[in-house]
C-alpha cells in the first residue's frame, strides 16, 4: 500500500472504532482488517501503529485541535498525530491528496489547523493535568491515590507500547531450551527479572506463527499475569479452582506448576472464552482441566462448597493495569462503570469465599491500578468474612521480594510489568 492508502485506512479504522465505543479497539480492528484480507502484514503495522500511537494521545491531540477551531474528527487527529511525528507538511499535504484510495485533500481550513500545530509539543503546562496525562477526570483523584508523587512516571510508562512477554511450558520445555528454539526462528527472547517462566520479545513478533509456540512450548502472557498464578502457590495434591477462568492463560499456568497431576476446575460465565481454552490446553498438553459454565441457578457450587484447596479469583475490572497494551480502555470505562465493577467484585469474592475449605487459601486478583478494586476490596471482604485472613504467599515460584508478601502490586514504571494486584486470603481452620 502507498503511504496515501495506508493513512486513509488508518482514518476509516479510527471511524469504526468511533461508530463502537464500547467495544474494545482491538477488537474492532481484528474485525477491520479481517474484512479487508488485501491488507498485507507490514501495511496492518504500520495502519496499527498510527491508530494506536492517535489513542495513546488523544486528549492532548484533541485538545490542541480545539484550541485552533477543529473538532478532533478522526481525520484530523490523524493529521494531527503525523505533525506532532515530525512529517513535513509538504508530504503531509501529499499523503492526503487525491486519488482513488486517498483520504481526500485537505481544505484550505483544515491545512491552516495542522500548520498551526508545527513545532508546537504534543504536551505543553497550559493543558489541564488529566489532559496532560491523558487521563477522563474523574479518574485522576483515584490514579493520584494510588500512586502520589510518582504518578506522572507511572502514566509514562503507561504511554509507552508494552513489551511481548512469554512464558515456558516446563510441562515440554526448560527456560533455555526454549530461548534456543525460538532464536532459530530469529525471535531473540531475554529472561525476564521476576517470573522464572518468563521470557521477554521487544515490540511486535509473529509469535504465534513460530514452531515452539504450535508446539506448546510457550504460551503469551504477561510476566504480572505469570507472578499472580506464582502467589497461588499450588502442589501437584491439590484440588484448584480458576472462578475466573477467561481462556484459560492462568489456567495453563496453575497447570503447569502442578506438573500436570491434581485436579483443576476452570469456571467462567461465558462458553465462548471457556471454548477458546480448549485450544491452548490441548496445545500445552494439560490433561489435569475441567471446565464448567457458571449459570443462573447453577447448583453446582452448592455442591462443592468448602471442597476447594485453593481458588483463584481474576476478578472482572476497569482493566487500568492494561493501558499499555489497550489505550483505548481508559476512555470506555466510566465512573458509573466502575462503581457497578466494585459491587460486582465483592459478589464475586463472596461466592468464591464458599467454595474454599478451611485451611485452603482464595487469591483475589485484578489488573486493575485502582485501591478501591484492590486493596480496598480486601479491607471489606475481611470485614464481612472474619473466618478469612491475609498470609504471605510463601510460593517458592516467587522471588524472594514477593515470596513473604500477602498483597502484591505491580506497575510498569517500577516492575515494567503490566499493572496488577493479588492478595492471598487463607480460611482459618475451625478451633478446636
Known sequence: M??????????????????????????????????????????????????????????????????????????????????FDRTPMEKLVSIYGGGRFAAGALSDAERGVLEALVGKNLACDDMPRAVRLEVPDWLLPRLEETFGDNLEAEIQAMADPASLDLRINMLRTTRSEAMHALAREGLHAEETKLSPWGLRLEGRQPVTASKPFRDGLVEIQDEGSQLVAAMAGVDPSMRVLDYCAGAGGKTLALAMMMENKGHIVACDVSVVRLEGAVKRLRRAGVHNVERHLLTEGDKWAKRRAASFDRVLVDAPCSGTGTWRRNPDARFRTTQVDLEELLVKQAAIMDRAANLVKPGGRMIYATCSLLRAENAGQVEQFLTRHPDFSLVPSGSASLPDSLREKSMISLTPARDETDGFFAAVLERNLPSS
Open 2 to 83: 502507498t503511504p496515501t492508502a495506508r493513512l486513509a485506512a488508518s482514518i476509516d479504522l479510527l471511524v469504526a472504532m468511533e461508530a463502537a465505543p464500547r467495544k474494545p479497539a482491538d477488537a474492532v480492528a481484528n474485525s477491520f482488517f479481517r474484512e479487508r484480507r488485501y491488507i498485507g502484514g507490514g501495511d496492518r503495522r504500520a495502519i496499527s501503529g498510527l491508530v494506536w500511537d492517535i489513542m495513546r494521545n488523544w486528549r492532548r491531540l484533541g485538545w490542541w485541535l480545539e484550541q485552533n477551531g477543529s473538532a478532533a474528527s478522526p481525520r484530523m487527529l490523524a493529521g494531527a498525530q503525523l505533525v
